[in-house]
């Protein structure tokens, strides 16, 4: 059987009875694959007696190869970053499709395509009309590690991390989802907890949504300005929050990654809303939001150090300003350095001694 059934919906958080029992289907299936090839019914007999964490899974691993692949090939290493907006979301299809051919009802799944249909095509437009522009997807990243480390280290990099292991971990952002799968065996109808779970997800996409604005806004103000020296007149930034060089209005006045603390919020939700589903305080299906805090860790590092590199006033902005937990109070630019008349004077007789002496 490709799916599990339990007396208890505690047991549909544990690995050992949810994943373990499965695992040699992972095994077969390249063999199972290229004997039915030819034949779709065949093929869609095969989808429906997989477990659908295990073909999931399987296609991770197939993407990652796609990935490696093409990445190599343009010497373009954020393949990952392109797919991000839509691999979870079709993980979550995934799931919803394999329960209905196997007349499996769930609203819960339905409300998880919900917002994350929502997630996939916010990101996806900004990335469209943006030109590329994304969370997570400017390749300069990549090519600074490539030329710090060397060419041969980087592309162990790319085998191992950038291409395989970044889309294992998007299939396990949506891991919860397959516990919440379970879990619908015994419980189709939702609660008001379910809704609220949904609206908070929502909340998470629209706050995502208006950081990744207002800071596309400033990037926009503040490229016209460098390009005519003179503030747009629709720009609501002055002068001087131009010249400042990063955004430090709206959320980001509280928080310095806004936008990277609701995406890592949303998948965190996401695996409590798996958790409540089946009853449990924690389960293994964390291990992608997890998984997920770190790579923004090391990701927000890398991106605030090149930050700060550029623009001084940044490490003020650091002191100041929470990183991924907001601050209470908003951030406050640094009065300008007063120079005292005595100063002023002081200086002025140190330049005309020194011409004196030449």
Known sequence: ?????????????????????????????PQRLMAHITSPHDLLELYKQTNPLVSGFAFSLFAGVVFLVVSEANRNYSQVDRMWSLLPTIYNVHYKIWAELNNISSQ?????????????????????RRGGYQVGSEDYRWELVKKHIGSVPFFILNVTFISFIQSVLLFLLAAPTYAILLASQHEQEISGVDLMFTAVQLGLVLTEWFSDQQQWDYQNSKRQYQATAKVPRDSPYTRE???????????????????????????LVLYHW????????????????MGLLMLFQGSTWLTELITAGKYPDYKHYQR?????IPSLTPYKRPAPKVIRTSELEKRQAQKEKAGKQK
């Open 1 to 29: 059987m490709a799916l599990p059934h339990f007396l208890r919906l505690e047991d549909c958080a544990e690995w050992s009875k949810t994943v373990e029992p499965f695992l040699p289907q992972l095994y077969e299936l």
């Open 108 to 128: 819960r799944l339905n409300l998880v395509l919900l917002w994350s249909a929502v997630w996939s095509a916010r990101l996806t437009f900004n990335y469209w």
């Open 241 to 267: 929050d131009l010249d400042q060089g990063f955004n430090t209005s709206g959320l980001w006045a509280y928080c310095r990654h806004p936008n990277f603390t609701a995406e890592q919020t949303i998948w």
């Open 274 to 289: 798996s958790c409540y589903s089946t009853k449990v305080l924690y389960s293994w299906t964390g291990v992608g939001a």
């Open 320 to 324: 100041q300003v929470g990183m991924t």
